[in-house]
Nanobody, 122 residues
Framework: QVQLVESGGGLAQAGGSLTLSCAPS????????MGWFRQAPGKEREFVAT???????LYADSVKGRFTISRDNAKNAVYLQMPSLEPEDTAVYYC????????????????WGQGTQVTVSA
């Protein structure tokens, strides 16, 4: 069982930036694809970005060109850089992992973190 721990959420003003981090607690998953998803109040959990173990990335259209996902395989960590934040980015952000390649569908990920809140004020 891979357990994931997110950090880096918080409050930001519109136009500001935050960087989220995610690392496994206990068993690692060095060849896992890692993803970020988010869930805003009253909405479904949605895909944000994913990166596989050799660094290939996929992004949701809503964040493409704005957010950057990266990973440090030596630390088994994944990051989400979020500059130019908008109020619409307000959500709980979840880190997820799966064996194999990247997927944008949340049901493809068996391992999840507890989430970290990101709030962007106008």
């Amino acid at each position: 069982q891979v357990q994931l721990v997110e950090s880096g959420g918080g409050l930001a003003q519109a136009g500001g930036s935050l960087t989220l981090s995610c690392a496994p607690s206990g068993r690692t998953c060095g060849d896992c694809a890692m993803g970020w998803f988010r869930q805003a109040p009253g909405k479904e959990r949605e895909f944000v970005a994913t990166i596989d173990w050799i660094g290939r990335r996929l992004y949701a259209d809503s964040v493409k060109g704005r957010f950057t996902i990266s990973r440090d395989n030596a630390k088994n960590a994944v990051y989400l850089q979020m500059p130019s934040l908008e109020p619409e980015d307000t959500a709980v952000y979840y880190c997820a992992a799966r064996y194999g390649g990247s997927r944008s569908e949340k049901t493809e990920y068996p391992f999840w973190g507890q989430g970290t809140q990101v709030t962007v004020s106008a």
